[in-house]
């Protein structure tokens, strides 16, 4: 079984799972690589993964069979088991704190096609993947014993991609993560001095800046002044709300609309395409939070962390966010180029969904 360890100088917190390393690969050494792997994420090959946790079907079709559209399964080899999370208790002589690595470790299958993009997937396909997301982070929010979710994207070898088909991975663990208390205690230390939501701010000022990269009527995206890779971008949505949980059927449809463009840009500046894609929000089972706002972080694998990234936690980025911002500026002004892709990589045609 896994455990959760907690550094005992620095408070973070740490997974020690062996079972990772039995992972299935597309991206080994050429030579070693065995010709027609079967794609365990593929229709038609549902027994190759757990059963069902959630899954939007065909009518009349099966469970943990074809004819579906969107499945949320275990994953297979979790970072994090699911069970009663039980207290981190010390260890030894209190210096070092570990405890049962438990929590839920979930993979989102996008599509039943061989796609390896969302950019592949048609628009009434990508907001079936938001409804589920949405759906998945509101089942979680009264699981007894979780603090946080985290629901992230790899895409490409470059960014720890270990299966090219489309899909996303959900981990919820009994603690809030190191990175995500600091960017809480952030913004809660700028709202007590200015009155005002740090994330609201940078929507005013970010949009309209040489950094701004798309502004929709719900959703503004736009390369973040200290940015730390290459193309990085974060899409907030306009309304203040610190859950993603709470994102309405409206803004689901605009994010629909704005994230495919956001990451075919960066598809098209980061060659070859490889970006780890992250969602960030509040804590679960708390209250509505003043001082902090959901968001999307899309970060490039443009360049990899070395010495001095490691040994100093600070992060060298060779792209300017302005230059970066006008690069994918320039790429989204050519809609027919990006349509024509879309339609080209999109082999076919999704009837329209209805909002739950």
């Known amino acids: 079984m896994p455990e959760l360890r907690k550094d005992p100088v620095v408070d973070r917190w740490v997974i020690i799972a062996d079972n990772r390393g039995r992972r299935p690969q597309d991206f080994e050494i050429a030579p070693r690589r065995s010709a027609g792997r079967l794609c365990p994420f593929c229709e038609g090959n549902e027994s190759e993964t757990p059963g069902e946790v959630l899954c939007v079907r065909e009518p009349h079709s099966s469970p943990n069979g074809p004819g579906w559209k969107i499945r949320v399964v275990p994953n297979k080899f979790p970072a994090v088991w699911e069970a009663e999370c039980g207290e981190i208790t010390d260890r030894d002589d209190g210096l070092?704190?570990?405890?049962?690595?438990?929590?839920?470790?979930?993979?989102?299958?996008?599509?039943?096609?061989?796609?390896?993009?969302?950019?592949?997937?048609?628009?009434?396909?990508?907001?079936?993947?938001?409804?589920?997301?949405?759906?998945?982070?509101?089942?979680?929010?009264?699981?007894?014993?979780?603090?946080?979710?985290?629901?992230?994207?790899?895409?490409?070898?470059?960014?720890?991609?270990?299966?090219?088909?489309?899909?996303?991975?959900?981990?919820?663990?009994?603690?809030?993560?190191?990175?995500?208390?600091?960017?809480?205690?952030?913004?809660?230390?700028?709202?007590?001095?200015?009155?005002?939501?740090?994330?609201?701010?940078?929507?005013?000022?970010?949009?309209?800046?040489?950094?701004?990269?798309?502004?929709?009527?719900?959703?503004?995206?736009?390369?973040?002044?200290?940015?730390?890779?290459?193309?990085?971008?974060?899409?907030?949505?306009?309304?203040?709300?610190?859950?993603?949980?709470?994102?309405?059927?409206?803004?689901?449809?605009?994010?629909?609309?704005?994230?495919?463009?956001?990451?075919?840009?960066?598809?098209?500046?980061?060659?070859?395409?490889?970006?780890?894609?992250?969602?960030?929000?509040?804590?679960?089972?708390?209250?509505?939070?003043e001082h902090y706002h959901w968001h999307i972080e899309v970060l490039p694998a443009f360049a990899r962390a070395a010495g001095f990234e490691w040994g100093s936690g600070f992060h060298i980025n060779p792209v300017y966010p302005e230059q970066a911002a006008q690069e994918l500026r320039q790429t989204l002004a050519r809609p027919s180029k990006f349509e024509d892709e879309s339609i080209r990589q999109t082999e076919v045609t999704s009837e329209r969904l209805p909002m739950p």
């Not at 981990?171 to 993560?177: D, E, F, N």
């Not at 719900?218 to 610190?242: D, K, M, V």
């Not at 859950?243 to 689901?252: G, K, L, M, N, P």
């Open 96 to 289: 070092h704190q570990a405890g049962p690595g438990q929590g839920i470790h979930e993979v989102i299958i996008e599509s039943p096609r061989h796609v390896s993009s969302l950019t592949q997937l048609t628009g009434d396909e990508i907001i079936l993947v938001l409804q589920t997301y949405r759906r998945r982070f509101q089942a979680l929010e009264s699981h007894p014993g979780l603090s946080s979710v985290m629901l992230f994207k790899n895409m490409g070898a470059e960014a720890g991609a270990s299966l090219e088909h489309v899909h996303s991975q959900l981990i919820a663990l009994p603690m809030i993560p190191t990175l995500q208390a600091a960017e809480l205690q952030g913004a809660k230390a700028r709202f007590d001095a200015s009155g005002r939501c740090v994330f609201c701010r940078m929507l005013r000022s970010e949009g309209v800046s040489p950094r701004g990269v798309l502004v929709s009527d719900r959703f503004t995206a736009f390369c973040p002044f200290a940015s730390r890779f290459g193309y990085e971008t974060w899409i907030l949505p306009n309304r203040h709300a610190s859950h993603f949980s709470a994102i309405t059927d409206d803004e689901i449809r605009d994010l629909a609309d704005v994230l495919p463009k956001v990451l075919k840009a960066v598809e098209t500046a980061v060659r070859p395409p490889a970006y780890n894609l992250v969602f960030h929000t509040a804590p679960l089972g708390g209250p509505p939070l």
